[in-house]
Each structure stands twice: as C-alpha cells, then as structure tokens.
C-alpha cells in the first residue's frame, strides 16, 4: 500500500497556502476599509465645509426693495447690450408669471441670463435647450448659454411654485443676431412682449 497524500513540491503541506491566502485576503480587506474610510472622511468633510460658507458666486439681493431700486426694477427687465457688448436677459418670477413674459435673443451669440424671484421658489426651463435654472428669493441666478436655432420656445416654470403653477410660463423668441442688433438700437431694453 502506498501513501494517498499529495505531494507538496514546497514541502511544507497544505497549511502554508492556506496561511498565503488568509494574508491576502487580509491585506484586501484592510485596503478596502481604507478606500471606505477616506470616501466618509471627503463626504464629512465637504458637507461641513458647504454647510458652514456660501458657495462661491452667490449673489444675494433683498426682494422687499427688488422692484423698487436696482438691476431687477420693472422697466430694467428683458433683454440689453450691455457697454462692453454682452447681451443679457434680466428677468423676475412671481406667483404665476414671469416678467418680461416674452423674451427676445439673438441666434449664435451668447447671452447671459439674470434672474431672481420675489415670493416663491420658482425655475424655468427653455424649450429643448440647455437654459436651466432655479428662481429663488433673495438669490440672483446666472447662467450663460446661446441659442444656435432662430424659432420661438416655451419657457415654462418648472419648480412647483402653488396652484397656478401649470399656468406659469413665458416665451423666448432667438432672431437672427443682425435683426436683433437693429432692433437694440432703437430700445435700451428689448422684450417682445405686445403692448
Ligand atoms: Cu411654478
């Protein structure tokens, strides 16, 4: 009769590779405890950080004197060439509008969005664009964007702002930039709200 034990080349039996693999596993196991601990450690971390400062570019603006002193005045709002050459849309949103409630830009320039809100939390969204953003009180909002396609796009409210929500809604006509330009030279402020 012969022996039926496997013949270990190192000589030191079954054990030792079973010692090897505990290591590893080990190892592995310290390492992704790490890799968990820092991921906490950055999500502490930044949510102290944010909660204890403003993020940066936050403008603040009072909305008891919005409409009577500075840049949100009512005949303030809607589209201007500003002296070094942007053009920007000033706009308010109130419980169940937006003023101007149509909006005029050119095609292929980019035009810089300003808005705020006086009661609510209001948003808007521009038809199939990328122009996005939340309207709140006591906060200026901005973005830039341009608008590569002339055609008229809806711009509804897009925060649920109360009862008269689905009503809220404005429109923004993109011409073309040469239009645009002839029409600014006529009007500081553009709208294309019928009067
Ligand atoms: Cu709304």
């Not at 709002?77 to 949103?93: F, M, Y």
């Not at 292929?108 to 948003?123: C, E, K, P, Q």
């Not at 011409?175 to 009007?187: G, L, N, R, Y």
């Amino acid at each position: 009769m012969t022996s039926s034990k496997p013949v270990d080349p190192h000589g030191d039996g079954p054990h030792a590779s079973e010692a090897v693999a505990n290591s590893a596993e080990h190892r592995w196991a310290i390492i992704v405890g790490l890799i968990i601990l820092s991921l906490i450690a950055m999500m502490v971390f930044t949510g102290v950080y944010w909660s204890s400062m403003p993020p940066s570019r936050v403008e603040t603006i009072d909305v008891k004197t919005l409409h009577l002193k500075g840049e949100f005045v009512e005949n303030n709002l809607g589209t201007s060439i500003e002296k070094d050459g942007r053009v920007i849309v000033r706009l308010i949103a109130q419980q169940y509008s937006f003023s101007p409630q149509c909006i005029v830009v050119p095609a292929g320039i980019s035009v810089t969005f300003r808005g705020t809100s006086t009661d609510a939390i209001h948003g808007f969204v521009v038809g199939r664009t990328n122009a996005n953003t939340m309207l709140i009180p006591g906060f200026v909002s901005t973005f830039t964007t341009s608008f590569p396609k002339t055609g008229e796009q809806l711009m509804p409210c897009h925060e649920y702002c109360g009862t008269g929500h689905e009503a809220m809604w404005a429109k923004v006509q993109v011409i073309p930039p040469d239009e645009f330009f002839a029409k600014a030279k006529a009007a500081e402020r553009l709208s294309c709200v019928s009067r």
